[in-house]
């Protein structure tokens, strides 16, 4: 099955203009899809919907969260017939629906919206990494770039958190052809989609409290200093780290999570493992050093930064 990766992710908000607020912070564009709804970009087309959380075209929410959660994960595939191929199968003992824009939708064994259409997302390139280290300069007679904000150039994965996790990666993994690429056995699974190299689309974690939920959502950037960027614009904008900055040894990335007023967090990272058939899946230990190399527990907030640099923007009277 040649799943592209997440194409979509639509949340189920009471609170619709913080979630407007918040998506715009993190850097993603306003985009007018002619849906009626507010909605939102990356730069290879993936989208962030926000709904109302009545819409009755909308799953039931799963967990807690009900008035801000996710309610609807949409992948994409290359083509109308691994749409045909996906609906066929799902409809074997569940309903599925197709919308007239050709997708299809369905709800996965915990309940969690799932959705499949041809994806609309484009191929991106971030701009060339020039860094300097000894021996290989690739930035000469050039000042390095300063970011101010981020532009997350694609949505690279959704995570769940599960409490009937071993069905749930079945569901995903031998029923539906996603791809095992890392795992804490028995409490986390990464997967991606067969035709994706992100190192995982979708991450099943049970942390044994017995709950479910959605929990967060992650986009990729184009370089560390636009992280940093990214993650100091959020802070300024008094967007509260949910962890990070920091990095994880599973997938390599750096990351910064930020909570989010639509439900759970959204995620910055960085130099994500990128994968093919060739990759070997390991089985991790579930502990907080394969979780993080390294992280920040609160983020950056300005009382821990600029600490005794005379006359920096920690002196000045606010305004
Ligand atoms: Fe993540």
């Known amino acids: 099955m040649n799943h592209t990766g997440i194409d979509k992710v639509t949340y189920g908000v009471a609170d619709i203009e913080a979630g407007k607020k918040f998506w715009i912070d993190f850097g993603l564009t306003p985009l007018d899809n002619g849906s009626g709804h507010e909605a939102f970009a990356a730069q290879n087309g993936s989208v962030v919907e926000l709904r109302p959380v009545d819409d009755p075209d909308l799953p039931s929410p799963v967990g807690e969260d009900v008035n801000a959660t996710v309610r609807e994960a949409t992948f994409g595939v290359r083509s109308k017939e691994d749409v045909q191929a996906l609906a066929a199968n799902l409809s074997e003992d569940r309903d599925v629906r197709e919308d007239a824009d050709g997708s299809i939708h369905t709800v996965d064994p915990l309940g969690y919206g799932l959705s499949f259409r041809v ?18 300069a690739t930035r000469v007679n050039k000042r390095a770039d300063k970011y101010d904000h981020a532009t997350p150039l694609e949505m690279s994965h959704i995570v769940y958190v599960t409490d009937d996790i071993e069905p749930h990666k079945e569901f995903y993994v031998d029923r539906l052809g996603f791809k095992l690429t890392d795992a804490y056995p028995g409490r986390g699974y990464f997967t991606r989609g067969a035709a994706a190299h992100h190192h995982h689309n979708l991450f099943l974690l049970n942390p044994g409290h017995g709950k479910r939920g959605f929990h967060h959502v992650a986009f990729e950037v184009g370089s560390i200093h636009e992280l940093f960027g990214g993650g100091n614009n959020m802070t300024r904008q008094n967007w509260e780290t949910m962890i990070g900055p920091g990095r994880h040894p599973i997938s390599s990335c750096y990351f910064w999570y930020f909570k989010n007023p639509c439900g759970g967090a959204a995620e910055y990272d960085f130099d994500s493992d990128v994968v093919d058939d060739n990759w070997e899946a390991r ?23 600029f600490k005794g640099i005379q006359g920096s ?7």
């Open 119 to 136: 994806t609309q997302t484009t191929r991106v390139k971030a701009p060339e990494q020039e860094v300097n280290v000894p021996g290989r």
């Open 283 to 305: 089985e991790w230990e579930s502990t907080p050093e394969n979780f993080a190399e390294w992280a920040l527990a609160e983020g950056m907030a300005s009382e821990m930064m």
């Open 313 to 319: 923007f920690r002196d000045k009277p606010a305004e």
